[in-house]
Antibody, heavy 122, light 113 residues
Framework: QVQLVQSGPEVKKPGSSVKVSCKAS????????VSWVRQAPGQGLEWMGG????????NYAQKFQGRLTITMDEPTSTAYMELSSLRSEDTAVYYC???????????????WGQGTLVTVSS | DIVVTQSPDSLAVSLGERATINCKSS????????????LAWYQQKPGQPPKLLIY???TRESGVPDRFSGSGSGTDFTLTISSLQAEDVAVYYC?????????FGGGTKVEIK
C-alpha cells in the first residue's frame, strides 16, 4: 500500500522560497498524477496545482502562476513543490496527494501525505 | 472554473441519527462519454490529512464503512452518513474533478448533538 512521506516543517522569511518533497513509499507516481493542496490555519482546502506523470506538464491554479513550480523525479518516486516570493499569507499546511486520472478531466486524490507546515514570518 | 458549494457549513447530529451534506457544482460534472460524475468526497479529522471516502459521486473507497453513501448527478450531490458514530466527527469536503482547476467545496463540519 503506497504511502506519501513529505519533508519536514519549514520556517521562512518573507520574499524567500520553500521546496517541499513528497516521496511515494511502496509505490510510484508513474501511472498517476500528483496534486498539491494547501490549508491555511482554520481554513479549507485549496488546490494549488498538479501534474499527470504520463504528460509531464504541470497545471497551476491561476493565483499561483509565476510563483509555483511542481516537478516529479520518477526514478525516486518523489514529487516536489516550490513556492517563491513567500508572504505571511502563505503560512499553511501543504499536502501532496496521488491523483487518479482516467484519461479525461482531472483527478481525485488518494492517498495524501502527512502534510508539511510552512510558516512565513519575519 | 467549476465552483462547488457545500451546505450547510456545519451540522450537529445525535449519535445514531442521519447526517446529510449537500454539494452543488456551478456546471454539470457528468461526463457524457462515460456517464460518470466527476465528484469526490473527503473526510478530514482534526490534525490529519484528508481521506478519500467516495469517488465517481457514489463509489465508496475500499475500507470506508457502508454507513457512508454518495448520491446525485449533474450538479447536485449528497453525502449521507446513515447512522452517525462518534468517530465520524470531522470536516467533509466535496471536490469536482471534471475540469482543471479541481476545486473543493468550503467544507461541512459535523459534530455530535
Amino acid at each position: 500500500q503506497v504511502q506519501l512521506v513529505q519533508s519536514g516543517p519549514e520556517v521562512k522569511k518573507p520574499g524567500s522560497s520553500v521546496k517541499v518533497s513528497c516521496k511515494a513509499s511502496g509505490g510510484t507516481f508513474n501511472t498517476y498524477a500528483v496534486s498539491w493542496v494547501r490549508q491555511a490555519p482554520g481554513q479549507g482546502l485549496e488546490w494549488m496545482g498538479g501534474m499527470i506523470a504520463i504528460f509531464g506538464t504541470p497545471n497551476y491554479a491561476q493565483k499561483f502562476q509565476g510563483r509555483l513550480t511542481i516537478t516529479m523525479d520518477e526514478p525516486t518516486s518523489t514529487a516536489y513543490m516550490e513556492l517563491s516570493s513567500l508572504r505571511s499569507e502563505d503560512t499553511a499546511v501543504y499536502y501532496c496527494a496521488r491523483g487518479h486520472y482516467y484519461g479525461s478531466g482531472s483527478y481525485f486524490n488518494d492517498p495524501w501525505g502527512q502534510g508539511t507546515l510552512v510558516t512565513v514570518s519575519s | 472554473d467549476i465552483v462547488v458549494t457545500q451546505s450547510p457549513d456545519s451540522l450537529a447530529v445525535s449519535l445514531g441519527e442521519r447526517a446529510t451534506i449537500n454539494c452543488k457544482s456551478s456546471q454539470s460534472v457528468l461526463y457524457s462519454s462515460n456517464n460518470k460524475n466527476y465528484l469526490a468526497w473527503y473526510q478530514q479529522k482534526p490534525g490529519q490529512p484528508p481521506k478519500l471516502l467516495i469517488y465517481w459521486a457514489s463509489t465508496r473507497e475500499s475500507g470506508v464503512p457502508d454507513r457512508f453513501s454518495g448520491s446525485g448527478s449533474g450538479t447536485d450531490f449528497t453525502l449521507t452518513i446513515s447512522s452517525l458514530q462518534a468517530e465520524d466527527v470531522a470536516v467533509y469536503y466535496c471536490q469536482q474533478y471534471y475540469s482543471t482547476p479541481p476545486l473543493f467545496g468550503g467544507g461541512t463540519k459535523v459534530e455530535i448533538k
